[in-house]
């Protein structure tokens, strides 16, 4: 007797284990695949393709690709599988595979449930496979819809639905849905924040935490959790900026930041914030409202950052008074000048005057009665200067008054 060599395949989606009945668990599949290949000799067991947690609507599935391959490589004959709807649910591609491709391929399915076997060497097609694939499609829309809808409502109930809390929160085993502070890192955000309101750069920030052996996210939650995640060794601006922008800290929970396009695509797209899912006082705060606002502003000015990693402490606070434009700076025989960039690159402004940088610094050391400029002092007194020429000098306070 010929042995054909299967390849038994099994899928539960998230949405199904939460929603359907024990008939399709992983057990349940796995055991009547095994009962079937007890009953037929002819079949041999090569290996299992257990995919626990993915969608039906897709096929970018690790054990249904690691079954291509070694479907690719004839080590399989046979696919088994409990129901057309473990194959997929999406009635397009699922049809794809069955009528073209694993045909193509040499290779035959077996559908217990539905006792079907779909033979690749005499296959003209199942009048009702289409039907049956659509009906599948059309379930997967339909378990979505709710899924979607739930986790909406438990959102708006404020509600965090998250895998993770956000780093420097553990979620409160108490009510998986709220958060508490997690003392072995809050520190280091309070850290990161303070050195921004120091003056200190995203680039000094990150060496700074790098030269401490400050663990980054990712190397803290692969420690502490069972999690399977991307390790970054090493701080980068880029880290230190996505803890700086993230108002979670404030203790207001944010969610509904992104959807997905549609429920046979893992992609996602960006909300506006007029339409994220808002919750006021949802967690005790690591950082002060008053101080994440602070630290916006800083960022927001878009500085320059020099060669050595330090900041530019007048870039993105100089403003052409005529257009409102940032001021760009010149070095011309070794001195350094002001213009306004919107007349430098298109000459859409009429301020065509430079202002001296030896000038603007005695006329904010005088204004605020300091010896020296630091960005600690820009931060905390300067909203932005307006600038014309030499003589026309304007600083617009953080406090909102004019000098």
Sequence with gaps: MQKYKVGAYLRLSKEEFSNEKESNSITNQKLIIDNYLKEHK????FDYYIDDGYSGTNFNRPEFQRMLEDIKNKKIDV??????SRLGRNY????????????????SVISVDENCEIDSSDYYGDDYLPLKNLFNDMYAKDISKKVRSSLIVKKYNGE????????????????KHKFLIDKNVSHIIKKIFDMILDGKSRREVANFLNDNDILTPSEY????????TTIMKKWNPEMVNSILRNENYTGTLFQGKKRKLNYRIDKKIKLDKENWIVTENHHEAIISKEDFDKVQEI???????????SIDILSGILKCKCCGSNMIKRTSKGKVYYYCSNYYRTKNCKNNKSTSKSIIDEFI??????TEITRLNINNNIKYISVVSNNEIEIIKTNGSDK
């Design 160 to 175: 965090f639905v998250g895998k993770l809390a956000p780093y420097g929160y553990i979620k409160d085993p108490k009510d």
């Design 221 to 228: 939650l692969k420690i502490n959790t069972d999690k399977d």
């Design 79 to 84: 696919i088994i599988i409990k129901d057309l």
């Design 365 to 370: 050391k005088k204004e605020l009665n300091v």
């Design 42 to 45: 002819e079949y041999k067991l």
């Design 92 to 107: 397009i591609e699922t049809g794809n595979f069955i009528e073209v491709i694993f045909p193509a391929m040499g290779v």
């Design 299 to 309: 960022l927001d000015r878009k500085s320059k950052v020099n060669k050595d990693g």
